[in-house]
């Protein structure tokens, strides 16, 4: 079976198509609106950095007389850096249901008005200076440049546009000195930068598509996982139940008689132990056929069940058409009366469609509460069947209790 790469095959999109983009993964059909990018975006850092690049070039221009454009750029910069401040502000405190494409067509105006003010203030000092300042004035402007196409991976429709506005004004201002020259030199600039942006973009929305892929491999997991962990919860639940009368079966039993034993040994509590046997049970099914013994016995298991359940009672099918039910915290007062009280529910049980006399099947019941002498589990299911047998021989329908020294008779 061929296993599919996370890294999804992906026909490269046409170089405008990508760089049209508003911002990768705004469109992405059933996933949110990629607010962490916009976050960035709109973060004042990045143009802290460049307004005090375009200072540091002002240098020169200043050293050669021009201290009044350095003012003029000082003025755009301030202004623009007060602009984007106020944009990050109202950005930060927008409300939680706030529009994402609102935010998204705010930032592309500021990214322009600020393309506008950074290509103004490179003009402003390239015209008119020396080719030193010129030199270094151009280094700033492609470091700029360099830096928005950086971050073309998050928005490139806006990002192109900065670029093209800068460009498109350092341009004319060296058409307007005879600098014919620069023309092809911008024109490969921007070839190259585009060639660099469609690659950046088409790599993040891949990484994007194989993070989607990947959550869905993920969440595919967690609920393979879960299916998993139910379908063992139903096997061990299986695994502990009689498949006949639905009770714990004998290896349930047994487990469960350990740790209240135990938990008995530990606290001092009291625990009684219940075995119980369907009389003639053998006759019953050579009479009525074995259907109708394990219609039987699942009506016993069904009676067992409900007179437990508001006791706290842990009835299981000990064996054949015996059963045995654990009793943490029953006296032995209090299991002689359950016993009693089981007696005659299982006589009252009803089989209209044998048509069967009155009381026609009765029980027999052993029973042991555990006393500081008992040492282990043996002890006390020892002591229970003893009772049980005590009680088949007394001539069934009744309950005996074997202590230590002497038999103890329930009903008779």
């Known amino acids: 079976m061929e296993t599919e790469s996370l890294m999804p095959e992906r026909s490269r999109p046409p170089l405008f198509a990508t760089l049209a983009i508003p911002m990768v993964g705004a469109n992405d059909k059933g ?64 409300a939680e249901d706030a529009e994402f494409k609102h935010w998204l067509i705010g930032f592309v105006v500021i ?52 670029i093209l506005i800068m460009i498109g004004i350092f341009n004319a201002t ?30 993040e929305q891949a990484r994007a ?17 879960e299916k998993l962990r139910r379908a063992n919860e ?51 099914n050579d009479t009525f056929g074995h259907l109708a013994g394990d219609d039987c016995l699942r009506r016993v298991g069904r009676m067992l069940k409900e007179e437990c359940a508001a006791r706290s009672y842990s009835p299981a099918r000990y064996g054949g058409e015996e059963f ?26 009803d089989f209209p469609e044998l048509a069967l006399p009155a009381a026609a099947l009765t029980v027999s019941i052993g029973l042991a509460t555990m006393d500081c002498t008992d040492d282990c589990v043996h002890a006390l299911i020892n002591r229970a069947d003893q009772g049980l047998y005590a009680a088949k021989q007394a001539g069934r329908n009744c309950a005996r209790m074997i202590e230590r020294t002497n038999q103890t008779d329930v009903t008779a």
């Open 324 to 349: 045995a039910i654990i009793m943490p915290g029953a006296s032995r007062q209090e299991a002689e009366i359950f016993a009693a009280h089981i007696l005659a529910m299982a006589s009252a049980l």
């Open 31 to 94: 996933q949110p609106p990629p607010w962490e990018k916009l976050t960035e975006l709109y973060k004042i850092l990045p143009h802290l950095f460049a307004a005090a690049a375009i200072l540091c070039a002002s240098v020169l221009p200043y050293s050669e007389g021009g201290s009044d454009k350095v003012i003029v750029v000082a003025v755009i910069l301030a202004l623009q850096l007060m602009m984007r401040f106020a944009a990050e502000y109202r950005y930060r405190r927008r």
């Open 209 to 225: 598509a194989a993070e989607r892929q990947t959550d869905t491999l993920v969440l595919e997991l967690a609920q393979s996982n």
């Open 234 to 284: 139903q096997l061990m639940r299986h695994a502990a139940t009689d498949d006949l009368t639905g009770l714990a079966n004998r290896r349930s039993f047994d487990a469960s008689l350990q740790t209240a034993v135990d938990k008995t040994t530990a606290s001092g509590a009291s625990l009684s132990l219940l075995l119980l046997d369907v009389d003639h049970f053998k006759r019953f």
């Open 111 to 162: 990214s322009l008005l600020s393309g506008i003010a950074w290509g103004t203030s490179i003009a402003i000092l390239y015209r008119g200076s020396g080719p030193e300042a010129q030199v270094v004035v151009l280094a700033v402007g492609c470091g700029i440049v360099q830096s928005c196409a950086a971050r073309a991976y998050m928005a490139p429709a806006s990002t192109v546009l900065v």
């Open 174 to 203: 060296a058409l307007s000195e005879d600098n014919w020259l620069m023309l092809p030199i911008c024109l490969a600039y921007v070839a190259f930068q585009a060639s660099y942006m469609t690659r950046l973009v088409g790599l």
